[in-house]
């Protein structure tokens, strides 16, 4: 039995690192995979050649409704103890409504894009176009990420301005408006981990990376996304290292 990585796209920086750190290859969709193999499934919704077996992880199936925010959103939903998701709806004339109340509305123009792409913000009527998804402002605080494998919190990061940034703010979170996901000096707040385990359960994952706000003044939560190739560097590579090795050992 031996270790694969199989990664959504061949120049994945974290897929490279992941496979370094772990001492294994990564493969293509064309594989020719013996069933005595753990594939680590990084991303990757589309499905191979090969069979997946139940000690596979991430299995593409899951992978399809992670990365996809509106599928994602309908599945957390569908859970009625399940209540982190933010305001969103696939109808115009809802978050036209919306916008006359008062809310700010984020279209999404792609429901699989990531770091802000394909957002348009829209505070008026004139501003709304025409978008699969769109999502109410959640006027969150704080911003975090979790990583969760096979049940556990592995790494917590908060979003936080990147020292001696001096751009504009766009209204959205990413790396090119300043902000950065850092460790030091977090405070995890009640019930975040637990969420992050809720919302990965739900999709069917084995690993993932949650996005989730915290509006502190009202202590609540809002689940964005889950990511199933996250960025890895540093302590966070190390820790996803171990935990798939570990699992790896115990089969």
Same mark, same amino acid.
């Given at each position: 039995?031996?270790?694969k990585?199989?990664?959504?796209?061949?120049?994945?920086?974290s897929?490279?690192?992941?496979a370094?750190s772990?001492?294994? %290859?990564?493969?293509?969709? $064309?594989y020719?995979a013996? #069933?005595k193999?753990?594939?680590?499934?990084w991303?990757?919704?589309?499905?191979? @050649?090969?069979?997946?077996?139940?000690? &596979?992880?991430?299995?593409?199936h899951?992978?399809?409704?992670?990365? &996809?925010?509106?599928e994602?959103?309908?599945?957390?939903q569908?859970? @009625?103890d399940?209540?982190?998701?933010?305001?969103?709806?696939? &109808?115009k004339?809802k978050?036209?409504?919306?916008?006359?109340?008062?809310?700010?509305i984020?279209? #999404?123009?792609t429901?699989?894009?990531? *770091?802000?792409r394909g957002?348009?913000?829209?505070s008026?009527i &004139?501003e709304?176009?025409d978008?699969?998804?769109? $999502?109410?402002?959640t006027?969150?605080?704080?911003?975090?990420?979790?990583?969760?494998?096979?049940?556990?919190?592995?790494d917590?990061q908060?979003?936080?301005?990147?020292?001696g940034?001096?751009g504009?703010?766009?209204?959205? #979170?990413?790396?090119?408006?300043?902000?950065?996901?850092? #460790? *030091?000096?977090?405070?995890?707040?009640?019930m975040?981990?637990?969420?992050?385990?809720?919302?990965v359960?739900? %999709?069917g994952l084995d690993?993932?990376?949650?996005?989730?706000g915290?509006k502190?003044n009202? @202590?609540?939560?809002?689940?964005?996304?889950? @990511? $199933?190739?996250?960025?890895?560097?540093?302590?966070?590579?190390?820790?996803? *290292?171990?935990?798939?090795?570990?699992y790896y050992?115990s089969?």
């Amino acid at each position: 039995m031996s270790l694969k990585l199989f990664p959504y796209k061949a120049g994945s920086i974290s897929a490279k690192r992941l496979a370094r750190s772990l001492g294994i %290859l990564r493969v293509r969709p $064309t594989y020719n995979a013996r #069933r005595k193999d753990v594939i680590i499934n990084w991303g990757n919704s589309h499905p191979p @050649n090969f069979r997946w077996m139940e000690q &596979d992880l991430n299995k593409p199936h899951a992978i399809v409704k992670a990365c &996809d925010k509106l599928e994602t959103f309908r599945i957390l939903q569908e859970d @009625n103890d399940f209540k982190h998701c933010p305001k969103w709806t696939y &109808d115009k004339n809802k978050a036209a409504n919306w916008i006359n109340e008062g809310e700010i509305i984020y279209c #999404r123009s792609t429901t699989t894009g990531h *770091s802000g792409r394909g957002i348009v913000i829209a505070s008026s009527i &004139d501003e709304l176009i025409d978008a699969p998804l769109y $999502t109410v402002k959640t006027k969150h605080r704080d911003e975090y990420r979790v990583h969760i494998f096979k049940g556990e919190v592995l790494d917590v990061q908060k979003k936080k301005k990147r020292l001696g940034f001096n751009g504009t703010s766009s209204g959205i #979170r990413n790396h090119s408006s300043g902000w950065v996901y850092a #460790r *030091s000096d977090v405070a995890i707040p009640d019930m975040l981990c637990t969420i992050a385990m809720e919302a990965v359960l739900l %999709l069917g994952l084995d690993f993932g990376a949650v996005d989730i706000g915290h509006k502190v003044n009202e @202590n609540k939560f809002f689940v964005f996304e889950v @990511n $199933t190739a996250p960025g890895l560097e540093g302590s966070t590579l190390d820790k996803y *290292s171990k935990a798939i090795y570990n699992y790896y050992r115990s089969l």
